[in-house]
């Protein structure tokens, strides 16, 4: 019979299995392609045919061509395992059945078969199952936004600003503080601006902030940052600055504040006044053991050198220094503890970041170092001065201020200019400085007969238990637990007035998003199959290392070399045996392929020494010349093969 070297058909060597290896590689990465290509896409259907069928076909491939080439590895080592040593039986059913399937392969692993390398083969079978599923769970959906450029998304921002008028009075000629003689002038903010300051007080942040104009047809917009003409905030602590005195003359602070009160005090004090002043004349002050009349005084100007911590700002617009007592001691006998600060409001540029997500726009901005140029904020030449008459007097310089009065100078001048490119007119700078005095005064400052100059033009007073504010506005700067995020919220809502009315309606215009279902692919579940492809490899070359050291045959999983060695295996199975009693039988009985010369007993019966039956097969131990195992079926020949047939002439197909 011819050795099975011999053989140069394709059934007889490996490329079968190595092909199938190579197959179920190529199919892991067209899958890893595919799921590259299509991952962070949107979701399609090509066809009929989805993304997640694609994969199951290719995982179907990769499994199928695993499965056969790591069984079929499976089934040549039972011809390994039995061709160096005596081993139980009951091993060749073992692996037989390992190489069947998972089930199979799952049975092996109690047995100390597994020891060996054919429990490499037997654990890639086993996980191969979970191919499929994982391969789906990488394959996943997320809903997002896509962006993309809109000429509709837009959002406005200012460079220059000129709502508001001022005109001057031609019939009323005054002497300003700088030592001129002017007409009186008249100024004022636009509605849009005068609303906008109230609603800045009374409403939170993120209200404001969705005042802003903007235009986005999805619910989900994005701008680049962008710089505007804006309004900013800051508040400061004055506590620390506070003195405390006493007097023990003239009446408490309110009888002068509001002169129409009767009974609660006469003018002539008969206790002391305890009072807490500032160094710009803000004082509160109520009568000792009483209880407090006075809860809250303020001062408002939009002078910058009355401010007692922002009058270095050149861009100044408005300031309000305030002493208040904590409602908390409002009920107790003065003194009681009382706080002061002072919030002012300038002119500046902002750099914003917006975004409308869900309807409801978010936005972040940091202020732009644009400082107030030397060159603006000038007179005009007398030549440019339309209201300019003989009955007008020029002694010294105008006052360079950005402070509006009724008697400042009716002259024209150029605009501010801030860094490059922002300007604000002076009919809107006058016109907004007169509408915050309306807003948040009520008189000019106040003077009683006793000499001590008081500097207050808003205030909150206790009557009758009931507590007025002077102006309204007070009632909310007095009850505010926060009041820099209350200036805050005010400079942003005139900022927004500022950006919807800018001269030329500037906009930028940004990204409008959809929402989107893409592909999200989870990569770590292409892990385990990387791993069992790289394990089969590794398994095959062992088997086709070993198969090549025992010199023996590529027989796999074929049943013929069964059938072959079936005639050697004597009367052990004879008669119509029941399954269980054959696996009782194979328990107790040790097969090893015999020599030649042996090739009448195959089987040889007695206990199973384990230790020596499952002795690892090494790797690097020189094979012989020919093994056993191919000697036993050499002897086989086509006429022992009928001997066999005529010997179990019972044995008979149904």
Not at 130 to 138: G, R
Not at 458 to 467: C, D, E, I, P
Request: negative net charge.
């Amino acid at each position: 019979m011819r050795s099975p070297f011999e053989g140069k058909h394709v059934e007889d060597t490996w490329s079968l299995h190595a092909l199938a290896l190579f197959g179920s590689t190529i199919s892991l990465a067209a899958i890893a392609t595919l799921l590259g290509i299509y991952d962070g896409t949107p979701v399609f259907k090509w066809h009929g045919v989805t993304l997640n069928a694609a994969i199951a076909v290719l995982a179907v491939i990769l499994k199928g061509l695993l499965a056969f080439a790591v069984s079929e590895a499976i089934g040549q080592s039972k011809w390994i395992w039995f061709s160096r040593h005596e081993r139980p039986l009951q091993d060749q059913a073992l692996i037989d059945n390992a190489s069947r399937g998972p089930l199979g392969s799952l049975q092996i692993l109690y047995n100390p078969v597994a020891r060996s390398f054919i429990g490499l083969g037997a654990i890639v079978v086993i996980l191969s199952v979970a191919i499929d599923p994982f391969l789906q769970l990488a394959v996943r959906t997320t809903d997002t936004i896509v962006y993309k450029n809109d000429s509709s998304t837009q959002i406005a921002y200012a460079n220059k600003y000129d709502q508001g008028y001022f005109t001057p009075l031609f019939t009323e000629l005054v002497e300003s503080t700088d030592g001129n003689t002017y007409f009186k002038t008249r100024a004022d903010a636009d509605f849009a601006m005068k609303s906008a300051m109230l609603y800045g007080v009374s409403q939170p942040d993120y209200r404001v902030t969705q005042q802003t104009n903007r235009s986005c047809p999805s619910a989900n917009c994005t701008w680049t940052p962008y710089q505007s003409l804006a309004v900013c905030s800051a508040c400061n602590d004055l506590t620390d600055r506070l003195e405390r005195g006493f007097s023990d003359k003239g009446a408490p602070l309110d009888i002068f504040l509001d002169p129409t009160s009767s009974g609660a005090y006469a003018l002539e004090n008969t206790k002391p006044n305890t009072e807490y002043r500032l160094p710009n004349g803000l004082v509160l002050d109520n009568m000792e053991d009483q209880k407090s009349t006075t809860y809250m005084t303020g001062y408002g100007t939009s002078n910058s050198s009355e401010s007692l911590s922002f009058s270095s700002k050149d861009t100044f617009l408005w300031s309000m220094t305030m002493i208040k007592l904590l409602r908390m001691d409002a009920f107790s006998d003065w003194p009681v503890s009382t706080v002061a600060g002072e919030c002012a409001l300038w002119y500046c540029v902002n750099e914003y970041k917006s975004a409308v997500a869900s309807g409801n726009l978010e936005e972040t901005f940091a202020p732009v170092p644009a400082t107030r140029s030397p060159e603006s904020w000038q007179v005009r030449p007398l030549s440019d001065q339309p209201h300019f008459t003989v009955q007008q007097e020029i002694k010294t310089p105008p006052e360079d201020t950005l402070n509006y009065y009724e008697d400042s100078p009716s002259l024209l001048r150029t605009d501010l200019q801030l860094g490059t490119g922002f300007n604000i007119s002076q009919a809107a700078i006058y016109g907004i400085a007169k509408a915050m005095n309306e807003t948040f005064l009520v008189s000019p400052p106040i003077n009683d007969t006793s000499g001590r100059t008081r500097f207050i033009n808003s205030y909150v007073l206790a009557r009758g238990g009931v507590l007025t504010y002077h102006p309204t506005v007070m009632q909310i700067l007095y009850d505010d637990s926060d009041i820099e995020a209350t200036f805050a919220a005010l400079a942003k809502s005139m900022t927004n007035t500022i950006r919807a009315n800018a001269d030329r309606s500037p906009v930028a215009t940004g990204q409008a998003g959809t929402y989107r279902v893409l592909f999200k692919i989870h990569w770590p579940y292409l892990i385990l199959p990387a791993i069992l492809v790289l394990a089969g490899a590794v398994f095959l070359l062992i088997v086709i290392y070993q198969t090549r050291a025992a010199r023996i045959a590529v027989w796999c999983s074929s049943v013929l070399p069964n059938l072959a060695l079936g005639a050697r295996l004597g009367t052990i199975f004879d008669g119509d045996m029941p399954l269980s009693r054959m696996n009782r039988l194979a328990n107790s009985q040790s097969l090893q392929y015999p020599q030649s010369s042996e090739a009448s007993k195959p089987i040889t019966t007695g206990n199973v020494n384990r230790d020596r039956d499952y002795e690892m097969l090494s790797v690097n131990v020189a094979p012989e010349r020919r093994s056993r195992l191919e000697r036993s079926v050499s002897d086989v020949s086509d006429d022992g093969l009928r001997m066999g047939e005529e010997r179990h002439s019972q044995a008979h197909l149904v």
